[in-house]
């Protein structure tokens, strides 16, 4: 890729005109950080980014587990990362005609159903592939709404640079995906008998040595709720 990439930099044209040097550069704020649109903001990405990855790393073993058909971890993350392009195009959409709480609610309240319900309450692959359709349209999309965030943070302050709050936003999701592989291998996956079915067959993802696993991801999901302080209140 280096070497690749490298014998392209000469076509690269810059797309911006040169500063002239009389240009005067607007001082760098960083007030809008203390912000409570900011700090709601930020809150419930790092901590939705807690779990945001856990499906995709353990789907494959948690379907090796149960003894599924080898095809089932390419199906399973596959659906999952097709949906998750899906649901970014319409998070992305929603945050052009929806204030960006609202959008964030949506999200949240999906792909916290999704972890509870379709992989909480089954070892069955059928309920896991409408598990990984739903968890990737709503949680997969969740990158899409930092535009709608990121907007909202200069409503309430004009000095913040769209650069800036990428980046912010992109390390706060990073905080939460390195913090979440030691707590997964560490705390949540316990020592449980692998698989615990009633009479008919039927299983529940709670009762496998995943099931910490689960509701940390669905707990982490629910946490996007933390976003109603970015709301102006009418007045403020």
């Not at 494959?60 to 149960?66: E, G, R, W």
């Not at 560490?186 to 496998?208: A, C, M």
């Amino acid at each position: 890729m280096l070497i690749l990439c490298s014998s392209l930099i000469y076509f690269v044209k810059p797309r911006l005109p040169l500063p002239s040097p009389t240009l005067r550069r607007h001082p760098v704020s960083y007030s809008f950080l203390t912000t409570r649109t900011h700090i709601s903001l930020q809150l419930c990405n790092t901590l939705e980014g807690l779990g945001f990855f856990l499906p995709a790393i353990y789907l494959p073993s948690y379907a090796q587990s149960l003894h599924l058909p080898t095809i089932a971890d390419t199906l399973l993350l596959a659906t999952l990362n097709i949906f998750s392009v899906l649901g970014s195009v319409a998070m992305g959409l929603l945050c052009d005609r929806l204030h960006v709480t609202t959008v964030i609610k949506i999200s949240t309240l999906g792909a916290t159903a999704s972890v509870f319900h379709f992989w909480g309450l089954t070892t069955r692959l059928p309920l896991l592939i409408i598990f990984a359709a739903s968890y990737g349209f709503f949680a997969g999309g969740f990158s899409a709404i930092w535009s709608g965030m990121m907007k909202e943070v200069q409503r309430v302050s004009a000095d913040a640079k769209m650069g800036t709050l990428v980046g912010l936003f992109a390390a706060g999701r990073g905080v939460g995906a390195v913090l979440s592989g030691p707590i997964s291998v560490e705390v949540l996956l316990s020592k449980t008998p692998p698989i615990r079915e009633n009479e008919d067959g039927w299983g529940f993802g709670y009762g496998t040595e995943y099931g910490g696993l689960i509701f940390f991801t669905g707990a982490s999901a629910l946490s996007g709720l933390l976003c109603f302080g970015a709301k102006k209140r009418r007045g403020a």
